[in-house]
């Protein structure tokens, strides 16, 4: 079974920008869709990005198109969430999601990772 660990959270002034990244250790991940939520405190999980297995197809929350950007480096299992722009309202708890084998981005997301935060200042 596949093991997911975020990294790159972090605390950081409105306007700056984070870089996520999410380590699988399955062989598989890489045939996988992969995706990226948050959750805020006192709300629920919410859709950031999502991207096919092959990478070519992606898809961004509204909230968040223009500002933030997603990845993958099948050769090395890992997806990466480029964060630019910060807003005081992107601060949340951020989940990587491992999707259907060879799928696309709409899910269903079926293995999560651990969450990193990230805050954002003002």
């Known amino acids: 079974q596949v093991h997911l660990v975020e990294s790159g959270g972090g605390l950081v002034q409105a306007g700056g920008s984070l870089r996520l990244s999410c380590a699988a250790s399955?062989?598989?991940?890489?045939?996988?869709?992969a995706g990226w939520f948050r959750q805020a405190p006192g709300k629920e999980r919410e859709f950031v990005a999502a991207?096919?297995?092959?990478?070519?197809?992606?898809t961004l929350a509204d909230s968040v198109k223009g500002r933030f950007t997603i990845s993958r480096d099948n050769a090395k299992n890992t997806v990466n969430l480029q964060m630019n722009s910060l807003k005081p309202e992107d601060t949340a708890v951020y989940y990587c999601a491992q999707g259907r084998l060879y799928g696309g981005v709409t899910g269903p997301w079926d293995t999560w990772g651990q969450g990193t935060q990230v805050t954002v200042s003002s």
């Open positions: 399955g062989r598989t991940f890489g045939r996988h869709a």
């Open positions: 991207i096919n297995w092959s990478g070519f197809t992606t």
